[in-house]
């Protein structure tokens, strides 16, 4: 059952000249998050913006244990994520969650990849730890336009993740889309060349990023006949159901297709469910 | 504190309260019970459904506005039986008070919708949505034409025993005089707005924001048109007068009712903030208090328009 | 940077950029001779005139609301004699391009007026008022009514060599069709919109919070609403359209443009900030470096409505 | 010629839950203003509020004879007021200014009386100093609803300026209205009986406060035959003439008068110019 957060802002870290990760005190909503749910957030007086924004809860924050709160991690594109870029201490966010069907976490010897483009890199903190704590093995192929848009590499690092990275410039790791390095792997894999050590077929992908980009993993996953759950992004306007903006085509048999709420059916779903040819 | 009389007649419905979620804004209400206690509200309009279920148009199908939004959802709905089976029940089990929007391409379609739901258990009114901006064929056409308004409406009361409430659009030089011609055709009531037909572009693409180019604005922004509709509206006909458009608090709620509003209904402002109903209703009590008025329904249409007074208060 | 072309013409006349202060808003253009040359806007449209001078309406003229505000100012002013006398040497002598803004109680009124100004040294065009909500005697009887808007558009074309743009309402069902009449009338050109008649109530005394009790919403909040009417209208007629309502950025006067408007006014957002003529300017070349559009007249009605593809856009 | 400044917050005082005196780095604006004047400010993003709001000059701030900005005495009533309490150190606030038609000092040996009206005590610091430094001796009549609503008291004796208070419930001064002591000083003034030891008739006198005090005000000193001068607060959406909603009716002859706009005219008037029955 949501709940509607007054949430104190604990700290912000800008990681960029466009990115921060804010730290918000609302531990209930913390508590009860499972991998891949969002929540629904607004920030300022008035009605600029008018309506809430969904975000995934990027970290738990634990302290000694102890729930504190959550953190978000956000790009600058408009008004609310500026909002949320200035934010400061003390600052108030209204915060309305957990929302919507977390990703499926497997247990070993299934290795997880988690497959993330910019800023769909934040359901993978949260699902990692899940994944670390059961045992699984995990892989985070990670791509950004340039190295410095490339974040927390280091959380991932000391959780024992392996990370393949790809930049559109070239800068760090492979030159061009992740899905590259994804591909490759998955080649090697269906060759017998297991590149981690996993019998092949044993892997469960994950993917967060521009549409596109889940298109493309989608159809790679399908492909190398590898499981794929994808979280999509579409325009939400409550989050809860009640508005049917952030509708997605769902296959309903070979050919036809039917619009699923993503905020209810979703953000997460099966990437064969997916009608990509649609929109 | 007395207790005060917050129910309201709309007809022969009474309304525990006047504060009614809006079609379209509310899903079916099922989806809202775990956040809210459906049987608390003074009613649920649930989302404008077609004898047929219909997929709608495709996203973007909302876009932010200043202090407003668009949508151009396009009436995506299961039809009247999968609502019947699937929805009514658990909103009957809540105790919810059920106003079912119906939509029609044709009068028969609209004749044929309220005779199915007569038949069901637990409908407690039917609004005719004949003022949907977004698609071609939602009933705009009856909406925008006074004979169009009074032969939907009469031809719906002939074949139930429900209450019928036409919802008027607000995209018309005169509304009062479609409801008056509501009134004449035997409407219960009438509610009023609808959005505002509108559009929103992005320049650097110069393609509109919209998949259906243009969608209906709703939210504050549209408040003091929707107020001045319902005061116009008070003023042409006796039957109630259901107010809705930019509601975001109780004090909003109370400016339509003393526009001359019956019962108000909430839309946009639920998005924002699923748990309002409680501090609406809240806040309509603290005012009914502080002002001494027995009964919520005394409140309607006492709009004071005599010239005022000047104090001295003390600054 | 090369040089952009931004002017844009409206009939016979030539405009040197498309952004023209509104009327009403910018009082005679005098009053902002201090802030603004009054030669860089594309036109300054003064405040609607009368033939004699009028008192308006008593305070509260103007209350705020959701991103908008409403006035009730009931056209106040100095009658076209003064405005002649006093007002139009000062715009001659700083070179603004004055747009008439008239308003009458007849139609002889309108006939008087345009006679009087075309004999007028420094005046560049008429707006024939049709459309003010807020006063009973204002031309609104003209603005609703297709006839209306026809008679007094051709009875003014055939006493004036001036440019006539009659500016109209949009509170009506079907603005377009209003555009088509004025076109058949031989109108050069149609501005739009004047202001969305509403109301706002002080729940507190239960009092309007305007003297008038009814008053014209303007500002951001009804920019939707006002972008979808110059679409249609600039689809329904030749002649250009002048688009308003809203607008306080220059992407706000692209998306007029582009939606099918010549050129644009600015009311509200002027009051807001009064430096912000330079700011629109600046931001409408800078789009037309950025998207290399040589004549500004070039973006008008470009609106795209084929389908998006999608892009993979590294986020 | 009024300018558009973005001034910083210089610092900000709250004088009790509802009052506070907010200064703004504005020294161009601050330079320009005579007493009475006025800016029009506005804070927040987007379009809550829309509109500026018109705030007297309070205070000109000095350092070491430079000028460096200028202060707001604030009443929280609305959006504005609030964003204005709620405002800290560093935040920014558009204020252009300065506008409007300043009070009309008196040279010595007229003597010069403030009245006062709870928040209308901004414009008599500026005008303070303005009349000081010319020698004229200033008496301030001040009321407000409570003790604790009377504000710089201190300030205004350090400047030589004789106080009368009046308070409604009687917890400092007078026991209701400040016109009580105005009249009685004009009562003992035309008697004979020089309460300050001006010569009968040497008054002017100022006032600011709501418009019912304005009223009063202008009656009692027509009463008494003492010039004064009122400044008028009407709703304004513009503050530069442009929109006509601050209008006042200003007499034109015996029984007739005209709507004139305060921003312009105003918010300085001769009290015997307004049409006080009308409105
Ligand atoms: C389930 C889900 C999880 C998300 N998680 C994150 C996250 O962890 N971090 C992050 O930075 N972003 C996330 N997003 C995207 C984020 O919601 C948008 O960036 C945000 O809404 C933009 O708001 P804004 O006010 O800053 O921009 P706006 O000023 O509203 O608009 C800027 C752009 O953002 C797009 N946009 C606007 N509203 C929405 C909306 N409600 N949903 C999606 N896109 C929108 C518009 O198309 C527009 O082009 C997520 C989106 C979804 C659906
Ligand atoms: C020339 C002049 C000088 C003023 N100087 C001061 C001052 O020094 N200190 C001070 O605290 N106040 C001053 N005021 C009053 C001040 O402008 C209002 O208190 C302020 O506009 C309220 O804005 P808000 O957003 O807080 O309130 P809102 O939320 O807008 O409304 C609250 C109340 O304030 C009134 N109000 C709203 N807008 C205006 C407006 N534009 N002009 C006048 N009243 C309005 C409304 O009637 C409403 O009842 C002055 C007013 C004028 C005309
Ligand atoms: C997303 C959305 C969907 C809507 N769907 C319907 C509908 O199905 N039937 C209907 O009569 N009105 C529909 N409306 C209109 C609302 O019921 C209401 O009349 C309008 O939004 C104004 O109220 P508001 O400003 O409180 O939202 C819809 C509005 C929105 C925003
Ligand atoms: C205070 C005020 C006064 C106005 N007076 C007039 C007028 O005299 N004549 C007229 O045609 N329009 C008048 N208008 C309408 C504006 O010119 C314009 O059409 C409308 O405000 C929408 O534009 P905006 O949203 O940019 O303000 C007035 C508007 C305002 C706010
Ligand atoms: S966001 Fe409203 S239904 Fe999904
Ligand atoms: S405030 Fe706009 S004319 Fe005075």
């Known amino acids: 059952m949501p709940v509607d957060v007054e949430a104190r802002v604990i700290r912000n870290t800008r990681l960029s000249s466009d990115y921060n990760v804010i730290a918000l005190a609302a531990p209930d909503i913390a508590a009860a998050t499972a991998p891949g749910q969002f929540v629904m957030v607004k920030l300022g007086r008035g009605s600029t913006p008018l309506l809430r924004r969904p975000f995934s809860v990027f970290e738990v924050l634990r302290t000694n244990g102890h729930i504190e709160g959550l953190t978000l991690l956000s790009k600058r594109v408009g008004v609310t994520t500026q909002m949320l870029f200035d934010a400061v201490e003390g ?136 499981p794929c759950e994808v979280s999509v992004e579409r325009v939400m306007g409550c989050g809860l159901g009640g508005c049917y903006s952030c509708v997605i085509p769902v ?28 929109h | 504190m007395t207790t005060r009389d917050l129910s309201v007649q709309i007809g022969p419905l009474t309304l525990k309260n006047p504060v009614v979620a809006a079609s379209g804004c509310f899903g079916y209400g099922v989806e809202y019970a775990h956040v809210v206690d459906l049987s608390l509200l003074g009613g649920v309009a649930v989302k404008g459904l077609f004898l047929a279920p219909r997929e709608g148009h495709p996203p973007e199908r909302i876009v932010e506005t200043p202090a407003g939004m668009l949508n151009a959802i396009g009436l995506q709905g299961i039809g009247v039986d999968r609502f019947i089976r699937e929805k009514l029940p658990e909103l009957r089990d809540r105790r919810a008070t059920v106003i079912v929007n119906i939509c029609g391409s044709t009068l028969d379609e609209y004749v044929e919708l309220a005779r199915i739901l007569s ?46 409430i036409p919802k008027l659009t607000p995209n018309v030089t005169d509304v009062a005089s479609f409801a008056r011609a509501s009134e004449d055709a035997g409407a ?22 919209l998949s259906n180019i243009v969608g209906g ?26 107010g809705m458009g930019g509601i975001a608090s109780a004090t909003d709620a109370l400016e339509f009712m003393i526009a001359g509003a019956s019962a108000v209904q909430v839309g946009t402002a639920n998005f924002v903030d699923p748990f309002i109903w409680s501090k609406l209703l809240d806040g309509i009590r603290d005012y009914m208090q502080r002002h001494d008025i027995a009964r919520v329904a005394d409140l309607t249409g006492t709009i004071d328009t005599t010239a005022r007074e000047k104090e001295w208060i003390s600054s």
Chains 1, 4 share one sequence.
């Open chain 1, 91 to 226: 600052d108030v966010v209204s915060c309305l969650g957990p929302l919507g069907k977390p990703y499926t976490p497997v247990d070993p010897p299934t290795e997880a990849w988690m497959v993330a483009g910019g800023v769909g890199l934040a359901p993978f903190a949260t699902l990692t730890e899940v994944l670390r704590a059961g045992g699984t093995s995990v892989t985070l192929f990670y791509g950004a336009r340039t190295d410095r848009d490339l974040f927390y590499l280091d959380w991932f690092r000391d959780r024992g993740v392996r990370l393949v990275l790809a930049t559109e410039d070239g800068s760090l790791g492979d030159h061009g889309r992740i899905t590259k390095p994804l591909e490759r792997e998955l080649h090697k894999g269906a060759g017998g060349l297991q590149p981690s050590g996993a019998a092949a077929g044993d892997v469960m992908i994950y993917a967060c990023g521009p549409e596109p980009m889940l298109e493309a993993v989608a159809h790679v996953a399908a492909r190398y006949e590898r």
């Open chain 1, 251 to 278: 296959r309903d048999g070979p050919m036809g297709h039917h619009y699923v709420r993503s905020c209810l059916g979703g953000p997460v779903f099966a990437a064969d469910q997916i009608a990509w040819e649609a």
């Open chain 2, 119 to 164: 038949d069901a258990d637990g409908v407690a009114a039917l609004e005719l949505n004949i003022s949907c901006p977004n698609i071609k064929e939602g009933g705009i056409t009856f909406g925008c034409s006074l004979t169009g308004t009074y032969d939907v409406v009469s031809a719906v009361k002939k074949v139930t025993p429900l209450p019928v």
């Open chain 2, 188 to 209: 219960d009531a009438v509610s009023l707005v609808n959005t505002f037909l509108a559009m929103a572009i992005d320049v650097e693409t110069r393609r509109p924001k």
């Open chain 2, 217 to 242: 604005l709703s939210g504050p922004a549209i408040r003091p048109i929707a107020v001045r509709m319902v005061y116009e509206c008070r003023r042409t006909v006796k039957i109630p007068v259901i």
